[in-house]
């Protein structure tokens, strides 16, 4: 087995019966169109999303179901990953095609597939019980964050702005500039007669949320 790959079995401290397993989930498109991580990153996707929603589930039994929601959105997301992904160094075991390696960065998305992918593969390698244990492990420090919960600043203003208006916030988009894997959105965001909020960000969900952060800050909610 590639001796990178022995670093990560290490690191997450499991041991594969089928290395090829792992091996597979760290293969990128670009390497290799046919045998890569996709499917592990979809079959990842759905195993995360279980074991974050029965540990909410257990954790706070009489939340209601608006509450769970915010928590479990807060912990799976991209953004999530991508961090986890980053704590465990992935881009160091990722295997890509020569058009990525000549880059000095790997890609967020890539990063982030490639931890969901890891937990699909660790799921068909080993089972439930220790793809659970997995996820708790590397998640357990955000877990804890939702203790109290964190309300994305969108969230938030749309939350205000139907209870006193009765409207959602109105954005727009003002500009989309940069090459596809860097790009750079511009956007508006007001509310009743509120004035003009701008953000911007990587991705257009990052720009609103930038804008409806300098509004709610204006108004003091």
């Given at each position: 087995?590639?001796?990178n ?10 041991k ?15 390497f ?5 991580n ?7 996707d ?22 769970l929601?915010?928590r ?5 997301n991209?953004?999530t990953?991508l961090?986890i992904?980053?704590?465990?160094r ?9 058009s990525?390696?000549k880059?000095?960065?790997?890609e967020d ?7 969901e992918?890891?937990?699909?593969a660790?799921?068909l ?8 244990f997995?996820?708790?492990k ?19 203003l749309?939350?205000?702005?139907l209870?006193?208006?009765k ?6 988009v003002?500009s989309?500039?940069g090459?596809?894997?860097s790009p750079?959105y511009?956007v508006s ?8 909020f701008?953000?911007?960000?990587g991705?257009?969900?990052?720009a609103?949320?930038?804008?409806a ?6 108004i003091k909610i």
């Amino acid at each position: 087995m590639n001796k990178n790959l022995k670093l990560l079995e290490k690191k997450i401290n499991i041991k594969f019966k089928n290395h090829n397993l792992l091996k597979q989930a760290m293969i990128h498109k670009s390497f290799d169109s046919t045998n890569n991580n996709e499917k592990f990153e979809f079959l990842g996707d759905r195993i995360l999303g279980l074991v974050i929603s029965k540990k909410l589930f257990d954790l706070y039994p009489d939340a209601p179901e608006g509450d769970l929601d915010k928590r479990f959105a807060y912990l799976v997301n991209r953004n999530t990953c991508l961090k986890i992904s980053k704590l465990m160094r992935l881009d160091e075991y990722l295997i890509l095609g020569p058009s990525y390696r000549k880059k000095n960065l790997v890609e967020d998305k890539i990063l982030s597939d490639a931890c969901e992918a890891l937990i699909g593969a660790v799921y068909l390698d080993k089972g439930y019980k220790t793809v659970e244990f997995f996820i708790l492990k590397f998640w357990n420090d955000k877990i804890k964050e939702t203790v109290i919960t964190k309300i994305d600043p969108k969230t938030k203003l749309q939350e205000y702005s139907l209870k006193h208006f009765k409207k959602l916030p109105i954005y727009k988009v003002l500009s989309f500039k940069g090459p596809a894997h860097s790009p750079l959105y511009k956007v508006s965001v007001k509310i009743n007669n509120s004035k003009l909020f701008f953000g911007s960000g990587g991705s257009k969900k990052i720009a609103q949320h930038d804008a409806a952060k300098k509004l709610i800050k204006e108004i003091k909610i």
